[in-house]
């Protein structure tokens, strides 16, 4: 909405939305995952209790598994610098228990 002089007027529920998406966005989440995750959600409606459960139920399964990647990131960073795991057969960030040997040989991730 306008008012008389003009200015921009936006509801609550829509302001609530982008301070959600700039305060995700400084904790490094792309603005893809953030379309993805609210994509499912009416964006031109004030969301149900059921639809912020269940976005709440999708946020913290992302960022659960973001927690676990950063750990296992955290545990093993002395081993990752200057490794050159492209190279490695057993990586335990990209390529832990040899999962990729399955995809050929060389660099399959860059193929």
Same mark, same amino acid.
């Given at each position: 909405?306008?008012?008389?002089?003009?200015?921009?007027?936006?509801?609550? %529920? *829509?302001?609530?939305?982008? !301070?959600?998406? @700039?305060?995700?966005?400084?904790?490094? /989440?792309?603005?893809?995952? #953030? +379309? =993805?995750?609210?994509?499912?959600?009416?964006?031109?409606?004030?969301?149900?209790?059921? %639809? *912020?459960?269940?976005?709440? !139920?999708?946020? @913290?399964?992302?960022?659960?598994?973001? /927690?676990?990647?950063?750990? #296992? +990131? =955290?545990?093993?960073?002395?081993?990752?610098?200057?490794?050159?795991?492209?190279?490695?057969?057993?990586?335990?960030?990209?390529?832990?228990?040899?999962?990729?040997?399955?995809?050929?040989?060389?660099?399959?991730?860059?193929?």
């Amino acid at each position: 909405m306008r008012t008389q002089g003009n200015q921009r007027r936006y509801a609550r %529920d *829509v302001l609530r939305r982008v !301070s959600f998406v @700039k305060a995700a966005q400084s904790l490094g /989440i792309s603005l893809g995952e #953030i +379309l =993805s995750l609210l994509k499912p959600f009416p964006s031109t409606e004030k969301l149900s209790a059921e %639809d *912020v459960s269940n976005m709440i !139920s999708l946020w @913290k399964n992302m960022l659960q598994d973001r /927690i676990e990647r950063l750990t #296992i +990131l =955290s545990q093993h960073i002395d081993k990752c610098i200057g490794c050159g795991c492209l190279s490695r057969a057993d990586c335990p960030l990209i390529n832990d228990n040899d999962h990729l040997q399955s995809r050929g040989k060389g660099a399959v991730l860059l193929s």
